[in-house]
């Protein structure tokens, strides 16, 4: 069994609404990625080695899960929502077992070793 990450970052649901750039807490356990939202939904969830990765030239993730794509950044918007409690909760349940990951420039050296593919 692999080691636990976890972080929060925002995905961009809207390439032009900031309002819709939202904050996802984004963990690597047991060998399976997922996301969830404000609210503890899950956005996605997949084995990281069916997971692709890339990178665009201003520095967005986007990760291909099950078909879909998530586009993924570091910092929301002036107008995105702050983590919810219930996403600070989970983080803080999380990090007390897996290794925190401050930031998205970090997870792409944990997702190519967890076995995303990344491009």
């Not at 649901?13 to 690597?28: A, D, E, H, K, Y």
């Not at 939904?41 to 993730?61: D, L, N, S, Y």
């Not at 099950?66 to 349940?93: C, D, K, N, W």
Request: with cysteine.
């Amino acid at each position: 069994m692999g080691r636990s990450y976890a972080g929060i970052v925002y995905w961009r649901r809207s390439l032009w609404n900031g309002m819709r750039c939202v904050p996802v807490l984004l963990t690597l356990d047991e060998g399976r990625l997922r996301a969830r939202d404000r609210r503890g939904a899950e956005v996605f969830a997949a084995p990281a080695g069916q997971v692709e990765a890339r990178g665009t030239i201003v520095g967005t993730m986007l990760l291909t899960v099950g078909g879909h794509r998530y586009a993924l950044v570091g910092v929301g918007a002036t107008v995105s929502p702050a983590p919810s409690a219930e996403q600070r909760r989970r983080l803080a349940e999380y990090t007390a077992r897996a290794e925190p990951v401050p930031d998205l420039a970090s997870w792409w050296e944990v997702l190519a070793g967890a076995g995303v593919t990344v491009r």
